[in-house]
């Protein structure tokens, strides 16, 4: 079992363009979750995903939207990356929304 | 302003000693977790606490839940280099399932 993965590991971007970032998890998992962590601040929830086919807003989902694409895969969008989204960003799952989240290895982005 | 202030943010200490590192707030929570995260990769829960005054142990790691609910306690005896990593407290409180992250304390510990 892979558990959570995410892809791409690393990315650059400029000011306005866009991008997906992708998250899988194979642990027939109901939930999942969008984080960014930036020094400092600790973790912070962008959007998540309480079961297939609901998604709703965390503490910081401006600039963002997402997809539950399936139970399997939730992704993130960037529609016009700011210098401001610069930051790692982990996708989470849990069997529920009560229960223990295991998280992804993380996607660096750098925005410039 | 975070929900869980944490304290200290960096403690660096020599192999053999011992560490505590705390998580504060002055919400009440239904439950609270503990995560090690090591460089480059995604935190690892190490421990869930839901009851007041509880205290957990996990090999040379003790924690500890408050009695009232709004803090607990990291505490690592005999430390090791194989503990270095972010230690990140997080908690939900009563009627809210969504995590709330401390911003972590970075441990160092010198062979």
């Known amino acids: 079992n892979a558990g959570v993965t995410q892809t791409p590991k690393f990315q650059v971007l400029k000011t306005g363009q866009s991008m997906t970032l992708q998250c899988a998890q194979d642990?027939?998992?109901?939930?999942m979750y969008w984080y960014r962590q930036d020094p400092g601040m600790g973790l912070r929830l962008i959007y998540y995903?309480?079961?297939?086919?609901?998604?709703d807003k965390g503490e910081v989902p401006n600039g963002y939207n997402v997809s539950r694409l399936n139970k399997r895969e939730f992704s993130l969008r960037l529609e016009s990356a700011a210098p401001s989204q610069t930051s790692v960003y982990f996708c989470a799952s849990s069997e529920g929304v009560d229960y223990e989240q295991y998280f992804g290895p993380g996607t660096r982005l750098t925005v410039t | 302003t975070q929900l869980l202030e944490q304290s200290p943010q960096f403690l660096s200490i020599q192999e053999g000693e011992n560490l505590t590192v705390y998580c504060n707030s002055s919400s009440v929570f239904s439950s609270l977790q503990w995560y090690r995260q090591e460089p480059g990769e995604g935190p690892v829960l190490l421990v869930t606490?839901?009851?007041?005054?509880e205290v957990k142990k996990l090999k040379r790691l003790t924690f500890q839940f408050g009695d009232a609910r709004k803090d607990s306690s990291l505490h690592i005896t005999a430390a090791q280099p194989g503990d270095t990593g972010l230690y990140l407290c997080a908690g939900t409180v009563f009627n809210d399932y969504k995590l709330s992250f401390g911003a972590g304390t970075t441990v160092t510990v010198r062979a």
């Open positions: 995903s309480a079961s297939e086919g609901t998604t």
């Open positions: 606490v839901v009851t007041g005054g």
């Open positions: 642990m027939n998992h109901n939930s």
